[in-house]
């Protein structure tokens, strides 16, 4: 969660032209590559090493924050990282069924009970 919002307000200073903030999002994105991506399930880990609960707010954060980079620089690289939230959205996230967003999972994707329209 924390490093979508450094992303997020990194690409607004690229916006504004701050000469620092594609170098420090190139390695704030290389942190989330190494020690955040949780390649099994196609998501992010909330620390190192994770723990067992996933949580779908993160990815809407991450989703955000990759979609402004895109509108800032216009590499696709972003939104191929954007469609991965957008996977977990439509096979994990949200129940068809009953309309409503999950917000905690257990390690395979799988609701935990709690609160629900995170996105909303």
């Given at each position: 969660?924390?490093?979508?919002c450094v992303l997020l307000?990194?690409?607004h200073a690229h916006r504004c032209g701050h000469p620092e903030a594609l170098r420090l999002a190139d390695e704030?994105?290389?942190f989330?590559?190494?020690?955040?991506?949780?390649?099994?399930?196609?998501g992010f880990l909330?620390?190192?090493?994770?723990?067992?609960?996933?949580?779908?707010?993160?990815?809407m954060h991450m989703l955000e924050a990759f979609l402004a980079w895109y509108n800032v620089t216009g590499e696709r690289s972003?939104?191929?990282?954007a469609a991965r939230g957008i996977d977990l959205f439509r096979c994990h996230f949200f129940d068809a069924e009953s309309w409503t967003l999950g917000e905690r999972f257990d390690p395979d994707w799988q609701p935990l009970p709690g609160?629900?329209?995170?996105?909303?």
């Open positions: 969660y924390d490093h979508s307000a990194l690409a704030t994105l290389d989330i590559d190494t020690h955040l991506e949780d390649a099994s399930l196609n909330e620390t190192p090493g994770g723990k067992a609960v996933r949580n779908s707010n993160p990815h972003y939104l191929r990282r609160t629900d329209g995170q996105w909303t």
